[in-house]
C-alpha cells in the first residue's frame, strides 16, 4: 500500500491493538493525517483522563518519517463542496468533519482507511476495506 489517508478511528483503533487498523497504519509507506483528524484526537485526548499520555503517543506517532500532516486548502474546500452538494442531493449526509475528511482524500488522490461504513456514500472516494 503506497500512500493513505487515514480517519481518526484508524488511529485510535490502532491504539486499541484492532488488527485491521494496525495492519494499515504498517504497510502504509506514507500516511496522510489532515488537521480535521488531528482536531477530533486532541478533542478526545482532553476529554479522557490519560492527556499527557495520550499526547505523548500522538506526537511520536506524528514524528515519523510516514506520516505527513496535511492542512485543509481551498482546494480541499472545492472538494468539500462536492461532496456536500453531491449527498446532499443523494440524501445520504455524512458527518460534517468527515466530509473534511474525504475531501482530503479526493484532494490527493489517495484511499482513506476507516472503519466508518457512511465513507462508501461519497462518489469516487477510494477506500481500503
Not at 58 to 73: C, G
Request: aromatic residues 8%; contains cysteine; proline residues 3%.
Amino acid at each position: 500500500m503506497n500512500a493513505v489517508v487515514i480517519d481518526t478511528n484508524i488511529y485510535s483503533l490502532a491504539m486499541k491493538n484492532n488488527d485491521y487498523a494496525t495492519e494499515v497504519l504498517m504497510k502504509a509507506e506514507s500516511i496522510l493525517v489532515c488537521s480535521i483528524v488531528i482536531g477530533e484526537l486532541l478533542s478526545g485526548f482532553r476529554f479522557g483522563t490519560k492527556v499527557e499520555q495520550n499526547l505523548k503517543l500522538f506526537n511520536e506517532f506524528l514524528d515519523s518519517p510516514r506520516v505527513k500532516v496535511v492542512d485543509v486548502t481551498e482546494k480541499t474546500a472545492s472538494h468539500y463542496s462536492q461532496i456536500f452538494l453531491d449527498l446532499k442531493k443523494a440524501g445520504k449526509p455524512i458527518p460534517t468533519n468527515d466530509m473534511w475528511i474525504a475531501a482530503v482524500a479526493k484532494e490527493n488522490g489517495i484511499a482513506i482507511a476507516t472503519a466508518d461504513k457512511h465513507f462508501e456514500s461519497v462518489p469516487g472516494l477510494l477506500l481500503i476495506n
